[in-house]
């Protein structure tokens, strides 16, 4: 099958793969797909043959590791790609690229805003921000499971059963018969 000899799977340290790969989102035959933007020169990554324009067909999956790979399908986020090889568990990170059919149109690649853009080297601060969020999430649920629900619900349960409690109360006072 030729489009299996255009792929490419490629093991690589997630680090490494953080710093030397960047991504890039793009239009090829009116779909989103994600492609090799750029690649340190020197890097095991171009040494494994990683070259910009080649189009990421999979990446191994952040929880379970290199066993397991995501499909990257059409449309695709690259920035939910980029938080989940970024946090991921294993120190190696699978990715599959696919080189470019020559046979068909390169391309279209979205160059974003230079005032919105965040290079790759930010990775390690959007790993401190996502790090702080996950962190005050604990935080949070930590001082709801210390929170002492038991006011509350005496509370809910008087202001649900003291008003029955009164009426019947009335009711008999007055001499009501119930029947």
Not at 25 to 53: H, R, Y
């Amino acid at each position: 099958d030729t489009k299996e000899l255009l792929q490419k799977t490629v093991t690589l340290d997630t680090k490494e793969l953080l710093q030397t790969v960047r991504f890039t989102p793009a239009q090829l035959q009116g779909k989103g797909v994600i492609i090799v933007d750029a690649v340190a020169i020197g890097s095991s990554a171009e040494l494994k043959g990683i070259k910009p324009g080649q189009r990421l067909v999979a990446v191994s999956d952040p929880v379970q590791g290199t066993e397991v790979l995501w499909s990257i399908e059409e449309n695709s986020s690259i920035r939910f790609l980029m938080d989940a090889v970024r946090l991921s568990r294993s120190p190696t990170t699978v990715i599959v690229v696919e080189d470019p059919d020559p046979t068909k149109p390169a391309p279209t690649v979205f160059r974003p805003n230079t005032a919105q853009a965040q290079p790759q080297a930010d990775g390690d601060r959007v790993a401190q921000s996502v790090r702080r969020r996950i962190a005050a999430r604990e935080e949070m649920l930590d001082a709801v499971g210390k929170r002492n629900d038991v006011p509350f619900l005496l509370g809910l349960a008087a202001g649900l059963v003291l008003p029955s409690v009164v009426i019947f109360g009335a009711l008999f006072a007055s001499g009501y018969q119930f029947q």
